[in-house]
C-alpha cells in the first residue's frame, strides 16, 4: 500500500470508493433505494471538479500493489463558523471500499491525513460522523479522536440524522 496526493485522474477511483462505501457502511442508516440510486459517474464529476479546483481540499489515496485506490481522504481549512480555520483543519471525509475494511488502510491514512493538517500549521482537527455510524466512531475513537458536544441534523436520503463533531489535538 501507498498513499500519495490524488490526481484528477483518479476521480473515477475515489467516487466508486465513495459510492460502494456508502452503501456499505449507511446501509442500516439511510435508505436502500437512495443508496442504490448513488451514482459513481455524477461523483466523479463531483471529484474530478473538486481535484482541478483553484481552491480545492488536499485529497490522499491509499493504493493497493496495482496501483488501485482502496481509499481515500479529504482535508482542508476548518468550513464552518464556530472554529478558527486559522488553527483548525476539518477531515472532510476519508472512505475505504469495504474489501479494505480491517487492512489497515485506514488507520494509515487518517494518520498520513493527519500529519498533513499538523505539518500545515493546523493545532487542532475536526470531523463530522453520523451518531449511527458505530463502526466510524470506534474507529475515530481508536486514534484518539473524541466528540466535543457539538450536534447537527441534516437530511439525507429522506432521513434526518444527527451528525457528532470529533476532535483531535494535532500537538500531543
Known sequence: MSIREALPEDAAAVAAVHVLSWR???????PARYLAALDV???????????TAPDRPTVLV???????VRAFSC???????????RTTGELAALYALPEAWGTGVGRALLSAS???LAAAGFRMAA?????????????YEAAGWRPDGEVVREETGGRVLDELRYRRDLLA
Request: no cysteine; aromatic share 12%; glycine share 12%.
Open 41 to 51: 459517474a455524477e461523483r466523479t464529476a463531483v471529484w474530478r471538479a473538486r481535484l
Open 75 to 85: 482535508f482542508r481549512a476548518w468550513q464552518g463558523e464556530d472554529l478558527d480555520p
Open 127 to 139: 470531523l463530522w460522523v453520523l451518531a449511527g455510524n458505530a463502526r466510524g466512531r470506534r474507529f
Open 24 to 30: 456499505a457502511a449507511y446501509r442500516d442508516l439511510l
Open 114 to 116: 493527519t500529519e498533513r
Open 62 to 68: 491509499a493504493t493497493g500493489s496495482g496501483g488501485e
